[in-house]
Antibody, heavy 124, light 108 residues
């Protein structure tokens, strides 16, 4: 059974960089997209960005200038870096697998499974 | 950006009730619509993908339908473990995946 676990600091100072890692167990990171999503009371669920096992990435346009995602196939991990954080970046951050399937020309995709989430506060 | 709305924002229901939740997209998303269930303090869990495909392991009392801009999630007979918040999510626009604001189902 595939499991994901986020790790990283729970407190980040304003203007600094938020760095999180997602460790995947019970399956290989190869062959899939992997994604970061966050949830705050004020903004609901927000997709941050996804990274393919080959390293290609795509990001939420509103965060693109501050986000980097990467993965390490040798460790079965992928990571998120969000630069220049403010209080508005305080959220629960989730990692998830982002499967895609092609069915008669349609390319469905979804987020499953998710990690348990990690609460990150941005405060001095 | 494709905006997702849900109605109602919350509802109260009893065990055994049939529950219907509606999701609307601001433009056609064909059948690229997913549904998730989230319980307090837990991560969202995929219920349905592609508007109507039940994820493996999800009880058959959950069903989804719709295409274009209007979608429905139905719980045919509400069970105690189904009290949660439900979110729709469009996977059509790969530039920006977006979620609905959620529908909270609580006990009447």
């Amino acid at each position: 059974q595939l499991q994901l676990q986020e790790s990283g600091p729970g407190l980040v100072k304003p203007s600094e960089t938020l760095s999180l890692t997602c460790t995947v167990s019970g399956g290989s990171i190869s062959g899939y997209y992997w994604t970061w999503i966050r949830q705050s009371p004020g903004k609901g669920l927000e997709w941050i960005g996804s990274v393919y096992y080959s390293g290609s990435t795509y990001y939420n346009p509103s965060l693109k200038s501050r986000v980097t995602t990467s993965l390490d196939t040798s460790k079965n991990q992928f990571s998120l870096r969000l630069r220049s954080v403010t209080a508005a970046d305080t959220s629960v951050y989730y990692c998830a697998r982002h499967p895609w399937i092609t069915d008669y020309g349609d390319s469905y995709n979804w987020f499953d499974p998710w990690g348990q989430g990690i609460l990150v506060f941005v405060s001095s | 950006d494709i905006q997702m709305t849900q109605s109602p924002s919350s509802l109260s229901a009893s065990v055994g009730d049939r529950v219907t939740i509606t999701c609307r997209a601001s433009q056609s998303i064909r059948s690229y619509l997913n549904w998730y269930q989230q319980k307090p303090g837990k991560a969202p869990k995929l219920l349905i993908y592609g508007a109507s495909n039940l994820q493996s392991g999800v009880p058959s009392r959950f069903s989804g339908s719709g295409s274009g801009t209007d979608f429905t999630l139905i719980i045919s007979s509400l069970q105690p473990e189904d009290f949660a918040t439900y979110y729709c999510q469009q996977s059509y626009s790969t530039d920006l995946f977006t979620f609905g604001p959620g529908t909270k189902v609580d006990i009447k």
